[in-house]
């Protein structure tokens, strides 16, 4: 049955039983359970999206496989078009969200997989693509959420994988059969991985030969047995755990993803959901695509949030009466600008993009690494600017409670109104939105996602063409080349 | 009674009744309340540190009044020495809390009020000065501690005091009688207001002639008729109320300086706590001395915050087993960099310190709005590089109640370890720090404290000495310079 | 007849004979004095580009107005590939001439112009479109190179064109006849005028009713009656007017375009070669849409000149031993992400352009002064780490004449050695090259040209969207927007 | 015979005949050379403050040695008095040249070597310390400028001094005898070099056993034998060099320090100008000392030139007309909270000196590399501040052969003006003061005058305490700290 609504989708993650702990206790629903029914919302809003008219054409897209009508969540980039219509997609859902919906993780590793197996079958003669197709068809048939599942715990930083004191620091094969492979390990921060259906695991960097038992790409369901998840903390998380309205600021839909650990305890999966199986020589290959692709994204997304924020910072100044003040604007162009500058980049790798063998398309990869950088530094310095414009206020306003105090309650509303005609809950809701979207997760998440900044550090680098750059100097410079 | 010890300070809060509400319900005793005990604890630093011999230097002063040894904290700056020795203190009291310890409020409104008290009565034959020096003998000779009362709510702000719809916006007086005057309004972000045992009370802004009923200079007890505080929300602070040790990051000592709204509902002060009333002309001199001394603060107090931070994350990289990446070296020189920026700031303001007429000491205001101004950038960027060095799991961590569990403990134990032989709840506990001086309310207050960033900005225009500068320029540049 | 070739360019600039000024004498033949040649060499590239496999594709287009294969220069874009291949054509150039090769100024004007021209005959039913497509179709056919005239002098910039004591401060037509116009004024900053064959004349600012004698676009010949040109200085000029090779750093092509202050001393203008006459409600847009292709551009050519001194720089730091320094990476890092972060803005702009109603194709308003915004502040910092990883050597090497002296040659090429078998001379040449690329003109050119830098940020403000983003946040902290 | 006068300096330097060397040839007199003259008058600066009432006080001081008033640029500080009075001295000395005037740096190698020289001494029994007192009494008493005399070439930077493949890319002893040492090599950047009559030459690095001949600290005369000096290139040095006037931008005073090689070709030192001479272990110390003089000094003397160009800016958006515009003011504010930033820094190091076991002061070593650190940013920022502010025709300006031309001279007049009743000229003359304080030299001495960037960061990192700060961060984070 095919996932067409948010209900669909409610009821489909009510139909599977995952073990997730929270706070030391399992979590039976989390489509109820308030810490993880914002993240659950956020996630349905790409369902839903797909059945508007305005936004239609850029939540589906045709299956080249099927010829389906699908969830472009689920689909493999055929053309520069599509990657510019997934661009424009994220940005509206940050806009609509103001926070992660999730879905670009297992989108990217779905996109990274396909092209990477082709690449090996061709090589050395496996079958992965075909069977890749095979579960890729059953996920766009059913509309299902897959969470990507890439980042390793690491243990000591300083070794590799084999070099680990305990070997299971990185997710790894512990074990084969004729049918299929047990896998151990855990994934960090898996952003939307307790309100998905399908975990596609894949290895988190580059690999040698000594690292074969680690060079496994393959996927699971998120209730297979040994599968437990654990449901992280987030900045201002006991607001939205107590329902509050007001002071968590985005009621409606989280912050940041939901992310969780999976840990995988000696978990089976069979042969026909193993896409890679000890081809170290491919993993480069695989985690730089799905790197790219997600890199690309958070130039989108994030402008989605800066839309937000900027709004929410615009209006704030006008309820303070501060809005026409030459500094204000000055700062809400800056805000305005950088966000902009972000989603130039976005739009860019995707214009760049490129056909791999497989016929599907990558990002500029260059491009995608520098749009990630600037996300690194661009959403906090939004952030602060908003933060800025909104006042000390933010940081010491008085709680819901109290506004809604018979004691005190009217001196919330008396001092801390602003222009008269619009109510103080106003002030206090938009101060609430700046507050919850730019402090602590929100922005920690702007800082690792899709890779920590030196992660695209080292690749700008590697992707300079610093030879042929030096010989344009030289020839400039009046300097022979012919050594070159 | 002299309060000389922690000791002494929490028994003096536990004999006064201030109204105080929180989430809607009074809290009747700051010094055991959980949303309140560790700010108390923060404050209490500033008593005990005067009884280590490693500090006394710093801590305490003599009374030019009295001759008395009395908290530095009740002092009146007597020379470029004392300027320097209060920066000095205010950085390792930063070191030592990780925190705001709230009494340079105080200590900066009665170096301000001083020397003007004594302007105005120069000027125009009034008693103020003399009536403060006994107030202030009372408060050094009891060691109390005083909350500076200046940020009015301001309602709209596109107009002054005197033309807000609601003429509460900003404390005035209401009523003046031969004993004394009443008083209405409120005092917002009144760092410290709910441990303190006074409030001085001054206006919010330079006022003209029309706005009388504003210039209003007093003290009076906390717990007056009519007063009520409510204290405001943080970041993270159902953490800490409900006492979670690790997650909280830091227990002991709050974070930011437990903000709180203080209402003045018709308050009667008695002729003899009153240092200014309607004296309209030395308003603008009082907000800015105040706001001098107060901006040049923060390079201290906000640079031991950042040690503290520089060295959690050099601690984490160290357990992660990245402390030797040259990156990494790299942002942990860029952190001690801007800290020691800020800190150089702090040092020159007090260096250029003047004596005003009364004797008192004032900093260099020039080089005290640069110093705040630089705090509004640095500190972020500082936090900023902290996360990035810090990694993703600050975003994603779970609770402590997973790290304590039966059924999840031993796989957080196992899945969050770093280099071998330190503890994870290290690693766990460093992350929680981070995490609580990186987020939400711990930068706001860096932004908006003493000042939002246009106010220095505003100064530093004006004390520019533009028109020195721009015959500078003219003599090099050959131009006739007797015009100006 | 065309200009195919760099002689054939050459040629066709001896034969005509404008009135050029520089250093208060005539010049002659702008393709042979010392100070014109490198700027005429550089524009020369763009000819013989297009007789470049390599390049043909970028450098050359079909007409769509004759179907002939014509210089992009040329060329109104019809489509978004169009503008795309505009871009990496711009960024080869400023690759393989280190500078600014001038005729995007016309290129940029002649889109302009185009797509306004039609606007207006649409709407008011003149006859401009016809012809400015008859003397387009000349402009295509003969190959001819054209300047776009748009900034005035402005005298008193607080004032506007009919405000000015000196009405000649914007060009303005003194005299209508029935054959055509008489213009006076001057146009400043004219990138290639000197070595161009037509001149576009625009006007610099949107225009209110009562400046219609400002409202003037048209076109005419460099050597046109009443037409006197004065060649700027720049920075190290002397040191090209002496035609010293290495100490001019990049003695082939010049610093910067060659720029030309053009006056116009009551010139008559015959009417087949008027496209704008008083029509005042269209300037707005005309010089709107000019700016935006310009702005767009700079990300482009900018990067070409960034990644020769990336290179420059690169080698560099091989010659002195520092290559692998983990500081130096770091910083050819960053300036490799600078680099294409413009470029990816211009990328973008490109990507989002959109068909005007003439047919002609419009980049992206907001992405391209977005584009131009970030120039003027990455060139400075690009310009800034190739001074930090050059060294000092840039600001205090000997001359050539000191490296060819008998008495001291021997000293200079044993003092500034640098690893063993790279002549000292490789190391003078690159450094003279930084030195050229990284101080001033060049520098105030990325800043200035296509607008000062508050000229895109009221375009930023302007198109932020603001209303439709406050909507965003009133939803999502539950505010009701129907007000809107 | 004293110097005391600008005359007596000028003829002092008449009366020595130092072999120079400039674009190939000999330079005679340094006080009437185009090339020099400027920089010979910025350097007299440093006498003539000395008679002049209103700085007597900042520009002398009182020998600790004899007790005489002499220049303080010979003085070795007796107090963070001294300290201070420099920061000051050295800030209006940049107000009023606008450059470089030279003597810093002989100033601070006199201090260095005193400490230094004292404490070798202590530990080894020699007799440095009375040497060196003894050749300083002397120059004291004569009032001479020593230049400091320690950049060496060294050749592969990746290599010391000893692994060179030519051993003289570092100044070395290749002789020793009874009454003195020989020595070899070079010394680059020297500022000041051409009009000193002293040279103080100090080893450039930390040196280590192997390096004993590198380890060399002596003085000798600027037209010792076998002493040739190379005057340095600069930008713009043709129109400086060519005596224009108004294009020279600054034509009384020179850009940078005017700096040349300094060669020496096998030049013998007697015996009591030797005062380091093998001694490895105190090169550390020696160096370290020098650079964290210098690097206090940039913030004050850069600050000076930052008040000039934040006034030539100021005035020339007067003349533009645009001085009341927002974002005008917001910029000079941005120029001014820069420079106080950095005078902050100088201040507060000379504020935190302490006293060596000599008696001589140092400034606060940290506090010193911040500073510099900051110049190498601000300078930039505040230069590029100023170029948006000037506008394009910086750029783009004629020539003053063309303003005076009978030709054209009444066109640059007319389309160059600005207000009403403010000559042109003006304009010009401050648009060509902005070039020349913003290009190219000038800027590359901010950056690696006293020592590049990253030697700032080296030292930074190694006196950022980070132990002390992680024992800060595990107390707060309640971790056991008893490891350390």
């Given at each position: 049955m095919k996932i067409e609504t948010t209900a669909d989708y409610m009821e489909s993650l009510k139909k599977i039983d995952p073990v997730i702990y929270y706070r030391g206790e399992r979590i039976k629903d989390v489509t109820s359970h308030p810490a993880t029914a914002p993240h659950v919302r956020s996630a349905a809003m790409t369902y839903s999206l797909a059945n508007t008219d305005a936004y239609r054409d850029l939540a589906t897209a045709t299956s080249h496989l099927t010829g389906n009508v699908i969830s472009r969540f689920t689909h493999v980039h055929q053309s520069v078009e599509d990657l510019i219509k997934k661009i424009k997609l994220l940005r509206v859902l940050g806009q609509k969200t103001?926070?992660?919906?999730?879905?670009c993780v297992g989108f990217d590793a779905i996109n990274a997989v396909y092209t990477v197996a082709y690449e090996i079958d061709q090589k050395?003669?496996?079958?992965?693509f075909e069977r890749f197709k095979k579960w890729l068809v059953d996920i766009q048939n059913q509309n299902l959420m897959v969470v990507g599942a890439m980042t390793d715990?690491?243990?000591?930083?300083?070794?590799g994988p084999a070099q680990q004191s305990d070997p299971d620091q990185y997710v790894r094969v512990v074990k084969r059969t004729r049918d299929g492979v047990v896998i151990r390990g855990a994934k960090l921060h898996m952003t939307g991985a307790v309100n998905s259906h399908e975990i596609l695991v894949m290895p988190t960097t580059a690999l040698d030969g000594q690292s074969k038992d680690y060079a496994i790409v393959c996927a699971l369901p998120v209730?297979?047995?040994?599968v437990t998840m654990i449901f992280g903390r987030q900045a201002g998380d006991d607001r939205r755990d107590k329902l509050e309205r007001i002071d968590v600021g985005k009621p409606r839909f989280g912050a940041v993803g939901g992310e969780a650990v999976i840990v995988f305890d000696d978990v089976f999966v069979p042969q026909e959901k193993v896409f890679v199986n000890g081809e170290t020589d491919f993993t480069g290959s695989l985690v730089y695509r799905f790197a790219a692709h997600h890199r690309a994204n958070y130039g989108a997304c994030k402008t989605g949030l800066m839309d937000v924020l900027t709004g929410a910072v615009s209006y704030l100044t006008q309820v303070q009466g501060t809005a026409r003040a030459s500094h204000v604007k000055e700062k809400i162009t800056e805000m305005i600008h950088l966000s902009e500058t972000l989603y130039s980049s976005s739009i860019a790798t995707s214009a760049e993009g490129w056909a791999t063998p497989s016929g599907g398309y990558m990002v500029d990869t260059m491009l995608a690494n520098v749009c990630k950088q600037n996300v690194t530094r661009f959403h906090f310095e939004v952030a602060r600017l908003a933060l800025d414009l909104a006042g000390g206020f933010i940081a010491t306003l008085p709680s819901e409670y109290d506004l809604r105090s018979e004691d005190v309650g009217h001196l919330v509303k008396k001092y801390f109104s602003g222009v008269e005609g619009i109510p103080t809950e106003e002030r206090i809701r938009i101060g609430r939105l700046i507050e919850a979207m730019t402090g602590g997760t929100a922005l920690v998440e702007s800082m690792h996602?899709?890779?920590?900044?030196q992660a695209q550090r080292v690749m700008i680098f590697r992707e300079g063409e610093l030879e042929k750059k030096i010989k344009l100097a030289k020839v400039l410079a009046g300097i022979p080349t012919n050594k070159e």
């Open positions: 103001g926070t992660c919906y999730q879905r050395l003669g496996t079958n992965y715990p690491k243990g000591d930083r300083s070794k209730d297979a047995d040994g996602g899709a890779g920590s900044p």
